[in-house]
């Protein structure tokens, strides 16, 4: 296997040739013959590096973190569901995945809550992996760990949740550094800090929500062809080329991931971060891999996912309706569900979120089947 330096060394290398290609040569011959040279640099391309082409347990600070895994259900290892309420009422979670069409899973997703100095927190993110499903797993397995130690968490959650996507990247790269894997993973994940929700986004899963019903982009997909990304990775030293689909070095088809260590440093786990206050007007949080988004429309799942009271029937319809409408991809999404009126923060009965038996979170995974 070609070693990391070399293989950067050839994406340079090749996005310099591609360039002298059209320069010199598709100037002064018919789009019939630079159709070919393109044809063949592609080819050529994925001789080299084909191998990496893209097929496309937590403690508070204040005491002990319950980790219930709650109604979910198999079958044949290939679809899983389940939900869970916040004891304080003022939201239900449902998650939803599906193996579909892939001979192998890849997704992974992870939901929590718990109170950190008195104040309630709930996590929520989608890692779909890619060219394998260790990326996902270590990120499911670590990243919301990570960030709940953060010094900063509390102070500045934006700071804290850039730093430890990098950091947690970075100590992926070092565990995996013996081995022959060069796996990535997207990650789309939201933190709602009291009221406040935070949506980071590296990679190709994406989160929404709807206010007053209407669906609103709380992230946006990082693709290569994005004008932003791509001179982000031009100035870098690399190239984005044409090979099926828009393409970092002709390789992978999203300009942003975790992992895929040869990459480097086109690729990048640095997260765009947008921040939301939930308003009575916000009803719905939707996050989902790109198996749901490359067929249901932002507009069409929200639309879905209102049809159902319950936040698990309504993850679960997505997941459907993305599969009979031919998603060929691994499918797996979270839906949650604001009550407001159900809040009110002068009854004495409310549940006390510091309580470490009403805690309540699901941290759940899928092991990828063969």
Known sequence: ???????????????????????????????????????????????????????????SRDGPFVDNMMAEKYEEGRFASGGWKSEDGRLDCGYSSFQGKRVTMEDFYDTKTLSIGGRSICLFGIFDGHGGSRAAEYLKDHLFDNLM????????????ISETYQQTDADFLNAEKETFRDDGSTASTAVLVDNHLYVANVGDSRTIISKAGKAIALSEDHKPNRSDERKRIENAGGVVMWAGTWRVGGVLAMSR?????????????????????????????????????DVVQNEDAVSLAR???EPEAAARKLTEAAFSRGSADNIT????????DKIDPTNPDKVDPTNPDKAESASVEHESTT
Request: glycine share 6%; with cysteine; hydrophobic share 40%.
């Open 1 to 59: 296997m070609l070693c990391s330096s070399c293989i950067r060394s050839l994406v340079v290398q090749a996005g310099t040739f591609a360039k002298r290609l059209e320069t010199n040569s598709i100037g002064g011959r018919s789009r019939q013959q630079a159709s070919r040279i393109s044809y063949w640099r592609n080819r050529e391309y994925k001789k080299i590096i084909g191998m990496m082409v893209d097929t496309g347990s937590m403690s």
């Open 149 to 160: 130690k953060h010094p900063q968490f509390l102070t500045d959650a934006k700071f804290a």
């Open 257 to 293: 991931a975790f992992g895929n260590r040869m990459l480097k440093p086109f690729v990048v786990a640095e997260p765009e971060i947008q921040d939301q206050e939930i308003d009575e007007q916000i009803d719905l949080l939707i996050l989902a891999s790109d198996g749901l988004w």
């Open 307 to 309: 049809t159902e009271e």
């Open 333 to 340: 999404c979270i839906v949650v569900r604001f009550h407001h």
